[in-house]
C-alpha cells in the first residue's frame, strides 16, 4: 500500500516568508508526527497528534510554528516568518497505533530559507 | 526530559569487519526501537525489543535488550557498502510512550 507521503520535497523561501508543508499519513493510522532534521543530525521532535487528542506541542521550537491534523488524516506544518535557521528537512511520520507503536516516516521536506 | 544517547555518534568501519552502536537511557524503557537512514533517505524501521534481555538477529544484525531495560545494542558483521547511514534507537518509557530518539550513530563503510 501507499506509504506516508509529503509535498512539496522541496521548498525554497525568502526569510520572512510563510511556508506550508503537507503530510499525507497511511490510511488508517491515528498518531501522526513531525519531526525537523537538520543537515547530519538527529531528529527533533516538534509535534505529534494521536486521534481526537489534543496535540502535544512540547516540540515545537517557537510561536511561529503550528500544526494542525484535519479529519484525522491530513496534516499541514506551519512555519511563520521563516528564519534562515528554519532551514532543515522536515519528516512527518504516522503510526497505526498510539505510541510507541511503528512509526512509518515520509521522504521528508528539504526546507531552505534564503 | 527523557534522553536516549547513542554512542559513537560517528563511525569508519572497513568493509568486512564488525561494529557495533548502543543505546543507553537514564530510565527504564518498555521498550526499543531501531531504525535505519541512508543517505538522503528517511528512516526505516528496523526491529523492536519489549522483553528484558532479548536478543533478536535480522542476517548479520543481531540487536540485544539489557537486563535492566536502559541499554540496547546493535552489533553488524561482515559490514558491507550497503550498511553505510545512520542508525538511530528510540526508547519509549512506560506511561508516557512517545518514543524519544537518540541522536543517531552515523557509519561509513570503507571498501
Known amino acids: 500500500g501507499a506509504g506516508v507521503s509529503q509535498s512539496p520535497s522541496n521548498k525554497v523561501t525568502e526569510k520572512g516568508k510563510d511556508v506550508e508543508l503537507r503530510c499525507d499519513p497511511i490510511?488508517?493510522?491515528?498518531?501522526l508526527y513531525w519531526y525537523r532534521q537538520s543537515l547530519g543530525q538527529g531528529l527533533e521532535f516538534l509535534i505529534y497528534f494521536q486521534g481526537n487528542s489534543a496535540p502535544d506541542k512540547s516540540g515545537l521550537p517557537s510561536d511561529r510554528f503550528s500544526a494542525e491534523r484535519t479529519g484525522g488524516s491530513v496534516s499541514t506544518l506551519t512555519i511563520q516568518r521563516t528564519q534562515q535557521e528554519d532551514s532543515a528537512v522536515y519528516l512527518c511520520?504516522?503510526?497505526?497505533?498510539?505510541?510507541?507503536?511503528?512509526?512509518?516516516f515520509g521522504p521528508g521536506t528539504r526546507l531552505t530559507v534564503l | 526530559g527523557q534522553q536516549v544517547m547513542q554512542i559513537p555518534q560517528y563511525q569508519h568501519v572497513q568493509e568486512g569487519e564488525d561494529f557495533t552502536t548502543y543505546c543507553n537511557s537514564s530510565t527504564t524503557l518498555s521498550n526499543i526501537q531501531w531504525y535505519k537512514q541512508r543517505p538522503g533517505g528517511h528512516p526505516v524501521f528496523l526491529i523492536q525489543l519489549v522483553k528484558s534481555g532479548e536478543v533478536k538477529k535480522q542476517k548479520r544484525l543481531t540487536f540485544q535488550f539489557g537486563e535492566a531495560k536502559k541499554n540496547s545494542s546493535l552489533h553488524i558483521t561482515a559490514t558491507q557498502t550497503t550498511d553505510v547511514g545512520t542508525y538511530f534507537c528510540?526508547?519509549?518509557?512506560?506511561?508516557?510512550?512517545?518514543?524519544?530518539f537518540g541522536k543517531g550513530n552515523q557509519v561509513v563503510v570503507i571498501p
Open positions: 511520520a504516522s503510526s497505526r497505533l498510539a505510541p510507541p507503536d511503528t512509526q512509518y
Open positions: 528510540a526508547g519509549a518509557v512506560r506511561g508516557n510512550n512517545r518514543l524519544a
Open positions: 490510511s488508517g493510522h491515528t498518531a
